[in-house]
Structure formats: structure tokens, C-alpha cells
């Protein structure tokens, strides 16, 4: 094809008449293939370059890829015309295309050089590609920043904390839901008013000074205002105010950040009544009694002026609580303290210290006479009958004087100075009160100081059992025993029952050495039932014992961990004790025989016993106290009474023993009136198990 294509150029038209060739056809076919690839080449890119500048429009200085282009599109026409003219002499032609090409080429190279600081400042692909990446981190903290701002605002929407923001001046812009829902009013009414709308009139002048104070200096504020609502109510606001700054340090607005705490409020306010309040009675409880109390000393040191406080316990209280129940007693008590309050001045001061113990301070009193008036009133007030619960129920109380500053100056001695002349109120007999004295309270101490040795004697091993034989008196063998129990105090000797019982009895003491007792018994029988000698041991039982739940199940485990048969354990309870609840009685004394154990009546003829009862108890005997054997001998009236027990007690099926006998004579008078057993000196005394069989 090349060859064709020589041969048509060397005819007669073209014959080429380049006179530098010397016309040879290779080196003329590489001149003419050369400058059309060239040319070719040329007149692409131009063509190039105008589908880019089309597409790109957003380019800057196009006409500089314009002129470019016309620039390179010449310089391929010169090319083209080179193989022309070597076979046609347009030289002319080829020389105007020069020209041409030249002035363009020579427009571009001028202005190509003033261009260039701006095409360099133009960014690289490497510069785009980095400042996109940047752009992209910038958008993607812009959408974060963007994202957080709208959680804020939905927090501050959502949040139940109240937020205000103010200008400078005070004047709202903005406040969210939750305080427009607290104070009642909506937004459109708060926007432009200042907080000062909601303004009680109740919060301390000094308070808005501190915090006005705080936030024009640059500072924070928090603090408890009260404020009012819309509907006129008011609340409590723990609020925290903070100014917030622009870039140059400058306040330009406020936020104040509060929270509805009314209900905290009452809950302190109840908190504080439950720890200086009594909550049955509302009368000031023991803290705040010792308060007042050291108040009282304070006023009277500074005045030189005494006061007085009285103790007060109520009598025979305990038994009201146990017969008509909790309920009614706890009725009682408020009366009581609304009595009580009646009587006193507005400066006087009455608690409960607990249970039914009272207490009175009486500031600014200058004689005893004075005191005692008072005390009198309050015995007398209390002596007049109480309506509870559809019942008239009375009580009386005992009081205990003491006076400061002369009786004590220490807080903690005039209590117990008070409280000792209470106890000897109520050993008195109660209903009455008493000043405090040297010598009522040494008999106090003396008690307190035996109440804390018995407290120990258990463990010391001072707690002893003695044994008292019982005899038939027909026969006038021992039949049996009664197990008593002595305390040898190792400073005081054997202390009298009459002592420490009591003390044990109301220090709950008792239960322990109740079952102390019970099991010291039973390991004694077992050992005289080894050695032969078979016979019951009666115990007695004391009021807290007999109301304990769980009476006869530590009596079966102490039998049975002995191995020992119920008949040889007898139970004593006196007649105060089965009285004081019948029905309640009757239940424990049947549980107690379905065991088979042996019950007697102890005291018999002491309390107030009702023959219907009676008959209803499932008892065994019945123990003649020894206030009636005493003079049997020489009283009628004791005489009669022994021969209607005796009688009373065969006529209902039960034994009869007779205690405290000390004579022959009134030996034989019970025996002539059928009586079955005795116990007293004249038989035996109370001795320890080893001695019992001596006698």
C-alpha cells in the first residue's frame, strides 16, 4: 500500500521538486510518515483540550487552555504544510501558517509568564485530595458538634430540671418545659420578663444581696429561694446561677439551673419532728428533751435563777396494756401527755421519754412550794378517770422532784437525781410525788448497784437453789420439796428473795434464771432418782416466765434431757399471775397439764380470785399463803378462812398445802381441817440439796 501510495506521488502532479531530498523515496517516505504522525498527534490534543474546556466550565483561565489549544492545532498545520510543499510550492501558504503560529506562539509565551505565579497558586491534585480530606473531617466535626447541640437542646427540653437563661440585664430568653410546668406559666409569658415574677415576698432580702453579689462579679451562686406560681402556691427552688462568657472573657448572659424541692422540704421538716418528736403523743421526744433540758441550764446560770424537772411514770399502767391491749394503752398515753400539756405553762416543757414515762421542765420556778403545786396538779389531774375506746379507765401517776442548781449542776446527775425520787414515789406506793433527798438516794443507788451485780451473778455462779421439804400430814412424811432460790452476793451475803426477785422481774432478768432454775431442778431430781429417792420438786414460776410463747417447750426439753417422768416437776404460780388475763391463763395451764405436769395455786387467798375461774383452771392444788396460817391458833377470823379453803378447795378435787407453818399447834389445827401438806420452819428449813435429807 505504501508503495501505491509513492508511486502516485512521484506522477507528473506531484512530483516533489524538494531539491534538498535529491530524491530518494525512503528518506522522502520518512519525512512524509513522521510529519503525519505528527500532525495527527497535534490536532489531538487541541481537539483534547476543547472537550475538557467544554465539560469544565468551572475552570479558571480557560482562555489560556484555549489559546493553548490554537497554539498547538498551528503548530501541526505547519507540519502538514512541510509535506506539502514537497510537492507543491505553496510557500506562501506554509509561510502565512508560520507567521501565524508564531504570533500565537509568541501571545502565549508573553502571557504565559504573568500567568504562571497565578496557575501555581492554583492547588495541586495532592492539595485538593488533602484539603477535601480536611473539609471532610471539618463537616464530619461540624455534624457532631451539629448532632450534640441537639441532644443539649433535647435534654434542656426534655430535662426535669428547670433552665432559665437571661441577658445581661435580667431579662428572659429563654426558659425550658420543666420550669414553665413547675411555675404555671408558658414561655411566651416568661420571655422578656425578668425572675423577679416569681417572687414570694418570703425569701430573705439577703439572700437576693449574696446572690446578686456573687454573679456581678463573675462568680456563681446556689442557694434555697422560695418562690410562687402562677396559681399564687409556693415552692422551694434549689437553684444554681452561672454567667455565661463570650470569646473575650465578657458576660453575656445567665443560666440559672433549679429544681422543685418542696417535697424534700416536708420530708426534712417530718424528718426533724420524728427525731425531736414523739410520733404517738407529739410531745418532744428524748432528744429534744435533753435539749430543752440544757437550754433550761443554760438560761438558768445566766439568770442565777433555778428550775425544776420532774420525772413522772404512770401506775399500774402495765396492767391496762395487758388487759385491753396495745391500742388502748397507746390512746391512754396521748390523753395522758394532753393532760399534762393543759396543766403547764407556754414555757414549760413535757416529753415522753418512752413507754409511760414522762417528763417536765419547769424554767424560771423560784420556791419548792411552787413546784410541788405543780407536781400536786398533774397527781391530782391524773386521778381523774380517762374515756378509751367506749371504757372508763384510771390510772394515777408518781412523780420525782429535782431541783437546780441545788440538788446537781450536771445535766446527766439531775436526771438521775429526778429518777431516783421517782422510784421512791412509787415504792411509797405511788400516786404522789417526792423531792429528791440525800437518803432516797442512797437507797437508789444501793438498788441500782444490786441491779448490776445481779446482771452477773448467773454467770459468777452466786445463783444457788435451796430445797424446802413439803410433809403428808397425816403421816408426816416428806412427801416432796420446793426448790427456792438464794443469791450469795460476795460482798453482801445471802441476799433476801424479796430484793432481787423484783429486780429480776422487771429487768427481764428472770426468764434466764427461770430456766436456770428449771434445769438446775431436773439435774437434781435425776440424781436422787438414781440414789433411790423418788419425789416431786415444785418451782415457781414468775409472771414473765409464765407469758413466755415458748414456757412449755423449754420445760419438755429440760425433763427429757434429764430423762425425768413430768409428775416429778411441779409448777407454782400464784393467783395474781392466773388472774391477771383468766382466759389466757386457762389456755397456757392446759397446755402445761397436757404435758403432765402438776400445777398448783401458790398465795392462794391474797388476790381477787373468781370462784368461776377457778373451777376452769386445770390446777392440781391450791397453797394457803402463810399471811392466813400465821395466827390460826389465835385469830377466828384466819381460822375460818383456812377451814373455807381447805373445804372449797376438796370440794372442787384439789390438794391443799398450807406454807409458813411454824408451830405444832397450827400443825394440828390443819390437820384437823383436812389440810393434806404442809411446809414451814417446823418441818424444815430451806437448805441445799446435800443437807435436804439431813434434817
Not at 508564531?102 to 485530595?129: C, E, F
Not at 432559665?164 to 411566651?188: K, Q
Not at 425572675?195 to 432580702?205: A, N
Not at 414523739?278 to 442565777?304: G, I, K
Request: aromatic share 10%.
Amino acid at each position: 500500500m505504501l508503495d501505491s501510495l509513492m508511486s502516485w506521488l512521484s506522477s507528473a502532479e506531484f512530483m516533489p521538486h524538494g531539491f534538498c531530498y535529491q530524491w530518494r523515496s525512503d528518506l522522502l517516505s520518512l519525512h512524509v510518515v513522521s510529519d503525519l504522525l505528527i500532525v495527527l498527534s497535534y490536532y489531538s490534543i487541541p481537539f483534547a483540550l476543547l472537550v475538557f474546556v467544554r465539560r469544565r466550565t468551572d475552570l479558571a483561565y480557560r482562555w489560556v487552555l484555549h489559546l493553548f489549544g490554537l497554539f498547538i492545532f498551528l503548530c501541526g498545520t505547519t507540519h502538514l504544510m512541510s509535506i506539502l510543499t514537497v510537492w507543491m510550492p505553496a510557500y506562501w501558504l506554509a509561510g502565512a501558517i508560520k507567521v501565524a503560529t508564531a504570533a500565537v506562539s509568541l501571545v502565549t509565551a508573553v502571557l504565559i509568564w504573568p500567568l504562571l505565579p497565578k496557575l501555581l497558586a492554583l492547588p495541586s491534585p495532592r492539595q485538593l485530595l488533602e484539603a477535601n480530606r480536611e473539609l471532610a473531617k471539618t463537616l464530619a466535626a461540624h455534624e457532631a458538634v451539629e448532632q450534640q447541640l441537639r441532644k443539649l437542646s433535647l435534654a434542656l427540653e426534655y430535662s426535669s430540671s428547670m433552665v432559665v437563661i437571661t441577658d445581661i440585664h435580667g431579662n428572659i430568653e429563654y426558659c425550658n418545659p420543666a420550669f414553665c410546668r413547675v411555675t404555671g406559666y408558658s414561655a411566651e409569658e416568661l420571655i422578656g420578663q425578668k425572675p423577679s415574677i416569681l417572687k414570694s415576698g418570703f425569701t430573705d432580702d439577703t439572700v437576693y444581696r449574696d446572690l446578686w453579689a456573687a454573679i456581678a462579679g463573675g462568680g456563681e451562686w446556689q442557694g434555697e429561694l422560695l418562690d410562687r406560681k402562677k396559681n399564687g402556691e409556693l415552692y422551694w427552688a434549689l437553684e444554681y446561677i452561672a454567667p455565661i462568657k463570650d470569646e473575650q472573657g465578657r458576660v453575656s448572659q445567665y443560666v440559672a439551673v433549679s429544681h422543685d424541692i418542696s417535697e424534700l422540704k416536708n420530708s426534712e421538716e417530718t424528718i426533724k419532728r420524728l427525731a425531736f418528736y414523739d410520733p404517738l403523743t407529739d410531745l418532744p421526744n428524748r432528744a429534744l428533751f435533753r435539749e430543752r433540758l440544757d437550754q433550761a441550764m443554760v438560761w438558768a446560770r445566766r439568770e442565777s435563777g433555778p428550775f425544776a424537772l420532774l420525772y413522772l411514770d404512770l401506775d399500774r399502767f402495765k396492767n391496762i396494756n395487758d388487759t385491753l391491749g396495745h391500742m388502748a394503752g397507746d390512746r391512754l398515753l396521748v390523753a395522758v401527755g394532753q393532760r399534762i400539756r393543759h396543766l403547764l405553762r407556754e414555757i414549760d416543757t413535757v416529753a415522753r421519754l418512752g413507754g409511760d414515762e414522762f417528763a417536765v421542765i419547769l424554767p424560771n420556778v423560784g420556791r419548792p412550794e411552787e413546784v410541788g403545786g405543780v407536781a400536786e396538779k398533774i397527781v391530782s389531774a391524773l386521778n381523774q378517770p380517762f374515756q378509751v375506746d367506749g371504757y372508763e379507765l384510771f390510772v394515777s401517776g408518781s412523780i420525782g422532784v429535782a431541783v437546780y442548781p441545788s440538788d446537781a449542776t450536771d445535766m446527766d446527775r439531775l436526771i438521775m437525781l429526778a429518777d431516783s425520787a421517782l422510784y421512791h414515789a412509787k415504792d411509797g406506793g405511788g400516786n404522789r410525788f417526792e423531792f429528791y433527798s440525800e437518803l432516797s438516794n442512797a437507797v437508789t443507788l444501793e438498788r441500782l448497784a444490786l441491779e448490776m451485780d445481779l446482771r452477773y451473778a448467773l454467770d459468777r455462779g452466786e445463783l444457788m437453789v435451796y430445797y424446802q421439804p413439803k410433809v403428808d400430814l397425816r403421816s408426816g412424811d416428806m412427801v416432796g420439796s420446793e426448790a427456792l432460790l438464794r443469791w450469795r452476793h460476795p460482798v453482801h451475803g445471802l441476799v433476801a428473795p424479796d430484793q432481787f426477785i423484783p429486780i429480776a422481774e422487771e429487768t427481764g432478768l428472770i426468764v434466764a434464771i427461770g430456766e436456770w432454775v428449771l434445769r438446775t431442778v431436773c439435774r437434781q431430781i435425776r440424781r436422787w432418782c438414781d440414789q433411790g429417792r423418788r419425789f416431786s420438786v415444785a418451782i415457781n414460776l414468775s409472771a414473765r416466765q409464765f407469758r413466755e410463747r415458748e414456757l412449755a417447750a423449754v420445760i419438755s426439753a429440760a425433763l427429757a434431757d434429764e430423762g425425768l417422768a413430768p409428775e416429778l416437776l411441779e409448777l407454782e404460780i400464784t393467783e395474781s399471775i392466773v388472774m391477771h388475763n383468766a382466759e389466757q391463763a386457762a389456755v397456757i395451764l392446759s397446755g402445761l397439764k397436757e404435758q403432765g405436769l402438776s400445777v398448783s395455786i401458790d398465795d392462794f387467798g391474797t388476790g381477787y380470785s373468781s370462784l368461776n375461774y377457778l373451777k376452769r383452771f386445770p390446777v392440781d392444788a391450791l397453797k394457803i399463803d402463810r399471811s392466813f396460817v400465821r395466827d390460826i391458833a389465835t385469830d377466828n377470823d384466819d381460822a375460818r378462812i383456812v377451814a373455807a379453803v381447805v373445804a372449797l378447795a376438796h370440794s372442787l378435787g384439789l390438794r391443799v398445802i398450807a406454807e409458813g407453818v411454824e408451830t405444832a399447834e397450827q400443825g394440828e389445827f390443819l390437820l384437823s381441817e383436812g389440810c393434806d401438806q404442809a411446809q414451814g420452819y417446823f418441818y424444815g428449813r430451806p437448805v441445799p440439796a446435800e443437807e435436804l435429807f439431813k434434817t
